[in-house]
């Protein structure tokens, strides 16, 4: 029998075991500062199944003076980050996994239908906060290497597994473990794809851009100069910018894209009083970053951008708008069209699931695109799962998905790493 | 000697009175809650002259139950209003004098150069809170009165005094003093109007606009609606409707103002992630109200003219921009241009200043609407001190301005209510 084909039996017997995996990992409340007892389930885990395991605490000079590292925090006590490597058999190349721990906040509980650290199952779905993003693509990972384990297919490459904290806060826990030693030939993050394939991912940054304009009394308004009028002229120099930089995109896998890399503006505020002329407005965005151009580069290009406003408006001569970079930054990540990875995850998926992947560009960083500026590491997300439902009320995933996704990706691994018998 | 003489004589030998007047006027902390010191005074003063005064704490179903009531208070122990008459010999005109004694908070107290209710006189100039707005120009009134007093110049026509608290928070104070029977033939305001005369005033009343969207992922926003973006084209249909309202207006007064009633949108706010596409913004505004329409004739026209912005974008139909009205209301307040009056204080002010006055529309409202409106009471604004300086941090007033407009006052009761010998 066929690797493939007994992977599939064996998972198909033992679902169960991953399902009860998942409601244990969804019931850790693992948000920031409190990834202890989440991570010590994936650490028994990995020792289980044979991997060399590292369990630390991030932090240190390397780490907090990297370029890369960016966290609101500078001490991560509680909050373990958990590393391994499976050794093979040797001659065959190497996979990295990479799956973060820590989830957002539940917000409003109230919002909630069932608890939401309860890995409550109806229909098909397990809910809780984290169940898409990402503890359904950290079950996938597992349940794959379980299977080879149980199944007796040792591999030629190594296989090693990220387990991270901080993704939801900057990326500080890949970041340390890239530090540590722990890379591979490429890398594999099951990221809520919603099973779809993402060669490439978009980066960004948030920026933060100061309007000014001179008060006056409301009911001589034409004294002073609204911040809140010339934020109109803002707003559409902004859009023009997103449309230059979109224009200049030839990646194929945007075509179907309708603005490949926005330029949000999500946030808007400005003025104190309604009878007041505004004399500053703040509005905080995301520019999307290319894969192929650097954070910095894009970060110049929208700086400079907004030093030409002052030939649309005479007013901004003498009053630049001022651009903030505040927040996290993700990095955009890629692996190449041609690379075999993609072509070998490609075709695990049309084995198992009768159809072909699509294959798309991610809208959203993760991070891979550490992985792939800090490490070189070509990187592909593909997971279970679905952004929308992500760091909302009553998050949940398609259990069938976590399943299919770990047999792909166990499929993927014994091509990639190659069986050793 | 005639009176004129006689008066401008006094009242530079009694000058010094003035300023104490003044000084222990604005020493007194009288913001809302707090107005029974300064009252007092007040009252003492008028019962001097010859008033029969009455003080009193304004409040009853009457006030509260008024169609022009507005206070965001609704008890108002520790606010005593004064008003009180000076009964003429008869056969004259009646004048109205009101001033407000309530002053809006010091604020960040680090900001004044000397402590804001100190009184502290420098270069002609008298400092503190209220100096401005409106205490200059209530010892303008009381300084008038007590040279017609001290020189024994009796009027034909009754003087009615409205010392008022609650100006800044909704005219409370001066609609309880209307309702209370203190009314005249004709009044005058001596708010800072930098000894400009205004026969007419501009009224207001604030709104907040909700503008809808749709939320998305900042780096997919493409499948949200921004309710940034919706806002520009709420700001140009605002710009709009303004553009039409000013247009409409002949009043030879605005013919220098750029804008005669502006629609200022003061305050903006909305979303709240700078990669989420906003959902919602908030506007808060300040709707200048013309002399010769109502303010409900007014808020009916925003609310219509925003019912059209389907025609401009089609989001609009199914998501209209929501208006809702806050705050105070200042009702327009104006005198006919051939009104007797005027023509006298114009004839007193350049008298008294050697030159002719200004004569303009006020851009902001003061008590004056409701005495035209609620009591049917023609009203000229017109005293020293400045807008500029009101509300402000080193608030101050022209020592010299405070004894002109009291002599162009003085003047002006004299040829108004008919000195009797």
Same mark, same amino acid.
């Given at each position: 029998?066929?690797p ?15 399902? +009860?995996l998942?409601?244990? &990992? =969804?019931?850790?409340?693992? +948000?920031? #500062? ?7 389930i ?6 289980? /199944? ?20 960016y ?19 040797g ?9 973060h =721990? ?9 919002q909630w +239908? ?6 409550? /199952?109806?229909?098909g779905?397990?809910?809780g ?5 990402m503890?359904?693509?950290n079950?996938s ?22 387990s ?5 806060? #900057?990326?500080?826990?890949t ?13 594999i ?42 934020s109109?002229?803002?707003l559409?120099? =902004? ?32 003025g ?9 407005? +703040?509005?905080? #965005?995301?520019?999307? =970053? &290319?894969?192929?151009?650097?954070v910095?580069q894009?970060e110049?290009?929208l700086?400079?951008w907004?030093?030409?406003?002052g030939?649309k ?9 001022e651009?903030?970079w ?17 072509g070998?995850l ?6 198992? &699931?009768?159809?072909p ?6 809208p ?11 490490a #070189? /590491? ?21 259990i ?8 792909? /990706?166990?499929?993927? &691994? ?8």
């Amino acid at each position: 029998m066929q690797p493939i084909t007994r992977i599939r039996s064996w998972m198909e017997e033992h679902k169960e075991e991953a399902i +009860t995996l998942l409601q244990q &990992m =969804v019931q850790c409340e693992s +948000t920031q #500062g409190n990834e202890e007892e989440v991570q010590q389930i994936v650490a028994n885990k990995l020792s289980a /199944i044979g991997f060399d395991v590292d369990v630390w605490d991030i932090g240190g000079d390397e780490l907090l003076e990297h370029p890369y590292f960016y966290s609101p925090r500078q001490s991560f006590k509680g909050s373990p980050n958990v590393a391994g490597r499976l050794k093979g058999k040797g001659g065959g190349k190497s996979i990295l996994l990479n799956g973060h =721990v820590d989830v957002v906040p539940a917000g409003d509980t109230k919002q909630w +239908t069932y608890p939401p650290y309860s890995g409550h /199952i109806i229909n098909g779905r397990l809910y809780g906060r984290g169940a898409t993003d990402m503890k359904g693509g950290n079950v996938s990972l597992l349940f794959a290497l379980e299977a080879l384990h149980a199944l007796q297919i040792p591999l030629k490459g190594d296989v090693v597994f990220h387990s991270v904290v901080e993704e939801e806060s #900057g990326g500080a826990g890949t970041l340390a473990a890239i530090l540590r030693g722990y890379t591979a030939d490429a890398a594999i993050i099951p990221e809520p794809s919603h099973m779809k394939i993402f060669p490439i991912q978009q980066g960004s940054k948030w920026f933060r851009l100061h309007i000014k304009g001179r008060a006056a009394h409301g009911g001589t308004r034409y004294h002073g100069v609204s911040a809140i009028e010339k934020s109109t002229i803002v707003l559409s120099h =902004v859009a023009a910018l997103e449309e230059k930089r979109n224009q200049r995109i030839t990646e194929p896998l945007f075509q179907h894209i309708p603005i490949p890399i926005p330029i949000n503006i999500g946030k808007i505020q400005g003025g104190d009083w309604p009878s007041s002329v505004a004399d500053l407005v +703040t509005m905080e #965005g995301r520019l999307g =970053v &290319m894969p192929g151009e650097t954070v910095d580069q894009a970060e110049k290009e929208l700086e400079h951008w907004m030093a030409g406003l002052g030939e649309k408006d005479e007013w901004f001569k003498e009053h630049p708008v001022e651009v903030e970079w505040f927040g996290a930054r993700w990095l955009p990540g890629s692996i190449d069209s041609d690379h075999p990875l993609l072509g070998l995850l490609k075709e695990q998926y049309e084995a198992v &699931m009768k159809q072909p992947p699509k294959v798309e560009a991610a809208p959203w960083g993760t991070d891979g695109g550490l992985l792939s500026q800090a490490a #070189g /590491i070509p990187i592909i997300v593909f997971g279970p799962g679905t952004t929308e439902l992500a760091h909302f009320p009553n998050e949940s995933i398609d259990i069938d998905h976590v399943i299919e996704a770990a047999e792909i /990706i166990a499929g993927t &691994m014994v091509e990639w790493c190659e069986a050793a018998e």
